[in-house]
């Protein structure tokens, strides 16, 4: 370890792992186990990468979501395919279409997550939101929209109308892709 540099020591990890993604979402007892990696460089590598989400979250509200569709599932690739579990988050926005905040709202289990549209719609209302786009995850990587995804989208999209408050889409999100069901012309 003592004569490898850093970009050396990176580009193991990169190897043994496959790739970055996969290095970055390793288990840290997988990752604390390589040679040249203690405690203090695998929290330098956790930081880095939640400090590259946060740039994203704070380039995305400087611009406009709705100019650059792809720019939002980028953004909602980044922050939600990850996660073991499945979550449920919403972008809140101005009536601009500007981003007020990004929330992860619910986390449920492997392969479902509880949704509640009296919390989405207190929520919204605390923002002072105009108009949601919805985001969840799939674990199991596939981005195809479920029946119970359609419901509740159906569901939150009623609560919201009640406030005046407009959905604009739902995307799902899968290992590679992530779909959208106002492109599906569900919304």
Do not use: W
Not at 79 to 91: I, N
Not at 126 to 150: C, K, M, T, V
């Amino acid at each position: 370890t003592i004569n490898k540099t850093a970009v050396d020591i990176g580009r193991d990890l990169v190897a043994h792992f496959g790739s970055l993604r996969q290095l970055l979402e390793a288990p840290a007892e997988q990752v604390l186990a390589q040679e040249g990696i203690g405690s203090a460089k695998y929290a330098l590598l956790m930081a880095c990468l939640e400090l590259g989400r946060r740039h994203l979250a704070q380039s995305l509200a400087d611009k406009e979501l709705l100019t650059s569709p792809q720019m939002v599932k980028t953004f909602l690739r980044a922050q939600l395919r990850h996660h073991k579990h499945e979550v449920f988050a919403a972008l809140f926005l101005d009536s601009q279409n500007r981003l007020l905040n990004f929330e992860i709202l619910f986390t449920g289990t492997l392969d479902s997550c509880a949704v509640h549209p009296r919390e989405v719609v207190k929520r919204a209302l605390a923002l002072h939101a105009a108009s949601i786009i919805f985001a969840h995850n799939h674990p199991s990587g596939y981005a195809e929209p479920s029946a119970a995804d359609q419901q509740i989208t159906e569901r939150l999209k009623s609560a919201l109308a009640l406030m005046d408050i407009r959905v604009l889409d739902h995307l799902i999100v899968g290992e590679r892709d992530v779909t959208s069901l106002a492109e599906r012309g569900c919304i």
